[in-house]
Nanobody
Framework: QVQLVESGGGLVQAGGSLRLSCAAS????????MGWYRQAPGKQRDLVAT???????NYAESVKGRFTISRDNAKNTVYLQMNSLKPEDTAVYYC?????WGQGTQVTVSS
């Protein structure tokens, strides 16, 4: 079955950087769009970024210019490079592929 396993979350000061990784298995990775969503306490789960099988990317307005999504088809892994982090980026970050979610990884940005 499809599994999406995130890693790389943690605690960072405002202005810092983190890189999230999501390792996929049980799917033909290179044919699938992938993405990242996030959910802050008491809020809905929102899109952060997506990347198609062809490498086309899409970002939420709030992260444009700060976050970069990328994929390595040889490693079946999608990444989210997060720079210039802000306290409002604090959330659980979820890896996504059509119909499937990872378990989430916590990102906390202190002011």
């Amino acid at each position: 079955q499809v599994q999406l396993v995130e890693s790389g979350g943690g605690l960072v000061q405002a202005g810092g950087s983190l890189r999230l990784s999501c390792a996929a298995s049980g799917m033909i990775f290179r044919f699938n769009a992938m993405g990242w969503y996030r959910q802050a306490p008491g809020k809905q789960r929102d899109l952060v970024a997506t990347i198609t099988s062809a490498g086309t990317t899409n970002y939420a307005e709030s992260v444009k210019g700060r976050f970069t999504i990328s994929r390595d088809n040889a490693k079946n892994t999608v990444y989210l490079q997060m720079n210039s982090l802000k306290p409002e980026d604090t959330a659980v970050y979820y890896c996504w592929s059509t119909g499937f979610w990872g378990q989430g990884t916590q990102v906390t940005v202190s002011s």
